[in-house]
């Protein structure tokens, strides 16, 4: 009987540790198991992308992309499917000021353990209304969470799509979402050349990060870094 409860014990103890690192593996920033994934670009021209998850906001498009304007920058917007077909005009304002759009998927559920039906669902639902936005450029992906594991890999390889992750996060480390010099100090110190950095802005609890953003470009600037769209800085990948 013992040595039963040993074995059993044991086999619990293997189950929890492969689910423990499938867990850890789908929410790798380089690796994936099918198809390109990139979380930093290796250049030397000092250059970075912004990018920018969730949305369209009715209440604070508006206000981002004011800031990007009166500072010249391009970003990269990593738009909900949901959230962009009930704010067309705010998907459309992303649009017409020349910004990238990537999908984010539909629902912003995790995908890792997703079916067949429910990637592609979550996907081509948002690319329609990505489309639907006035959209026409190559649209990028962007797992919600930074979750991935079978399907969702596969389904993007097969239909030769690129998975955006990125190397610099300020709004999510645990030492600066309350203070927005903290959080641009820490873009300061971790962004490189070919860097993408990930902010979330488009809710009323991202109030810190909306302060954070220009001080961030201004930093950047002044450490001699330009900002392009994620897909210029995949042209400016070293060979």
Same mark, same amino acid.
């Not at 929890?16 to 670009?41: D, K, M, N, P, W």
């Not at 860097?195 to 909306?210: A, E, F, K, T």
């Given at each position: 009987?013992?040595?039963?409860?040993?074995?059993?014990?044991?086999?619990?103890?293997?189950?929890?540790?492969?689910?423990?690192?499938?867990?850890?593996?789908?929410?790798?920033?380089?690796?994936?198991?099918?198809?390109?994934?990139?979380?930093?670009?290796?250049?030397?021209?000092?250059?970075?992308?912004?990018?920018?998850?969730?949305?369209?906001? $009715?209440?604070?498009?508006?206000?981002?992309?004011?800031?990007?304007?009166?500072?010249?920058?391009?970003?990269?917007?990593?738009?909900?499917?949901?959230?962009?077909?009930?704010?067309?005009?705010?998907?459309?304002?992303? %649009?017409?000021?020349?910004?990238?759009?990537?999908?984010?998927?539909?629902?912003?559920?995790?995908?890792?353990?997703?079916?067949?039906?429910? %990637?592609?669902?979550?996907?081509?639902?948002?690319?329609?209304?990505?489309?639907?936005?006035?959209?026409?450029?190559?649209?990028?992906?962007?797992? $919600?969470?930074?979750?991935?594991?079978?399907?969702?890999?596969?389904?993007?390889?097969?239909?030769?799509?690129?998975?955006?992750?990125?190397? %610099?996060?300020?709004?999510?480390?645990?030492?600066? $979402?309350?203070?927005?010099?903290?959080?641009?100090?820490?873009?300061?110190?971790?962004?490189?050349?070919?860097?993408?950095?990930?902010?979330?802005?488009?809710?009323?609890?991202?109030?810190?990060?909306?302060?954070?953003?220009?001080?961030?470009?201004?930093?950047?600037?002044?450490?001699?870094?330009?900002? %392009?769209?994620?897909?210029?800085?995949?042209?400016?990948?070293?060979?």
């Amino acid at each position: 009987m013992a040595r039963r409860i040993v074995i059993g014990s044991g086999i619990v103890v293997v189950i929890l540790l492969v689910l423990l690192s499938l867990h850890l593996y789908s929410a790798s920033r380089t690796t994936q198991l099918f198809g390109e994934i990139t979380a930093r670009v290796e250049t030397d021209k000092p250059v970075v992308a912004l990018t920018f998850d969730d949305g369209p906001s $009715p209440r604070f498009t508006k206000d981002v992309l004011t800031i990007l304007k009166d500072r010249n920058v391009k970003a990269t917007f990593f738009l909900i499917g949901k959230e962009t077909a009930e704010n067309l005009p705010q998907a459309r304002l992303i %649009v017409d000021a020349g910004h990238e759009i990537g999908n984010h998927s539909y629902t912003h559920s995790n995908m890792a353990w997703m079916g067949l039906a429910s %990637v592609k669902d979550e996907i081509e639902r948002t690319d329609a209304a990505i489309r639907t936005a006035g959209y026409q450029g190559e649209i990028l992906f962007r797992p $919600p969470y930074g979750k991935k594991l079978l399907t969702l890999p596969w389904y993007l390889s097969q239909h030769d799509r690129k998975t955006i992750m990125w190397d %610099v996060e300020p709004d999510s480390e645990t030492a600066t $979402p309350e203070n927005a010099d903290a959080m641009t100090q820490y873009v300061m110190d971790h962004a490189k050349n070919g860097s993408i950095i990930i902010l979330h802005v488009m809710y009323r609890s991202r109030d810190v990060s909306r302060q954070a953003l220009p001080q961030i470009i201004d930093g950047l600037r002044q450490k001699g870094f330009g900002f %392009v769209t994620v897909s210029e800085l995949l042209k400016d990948r070293k060979p």
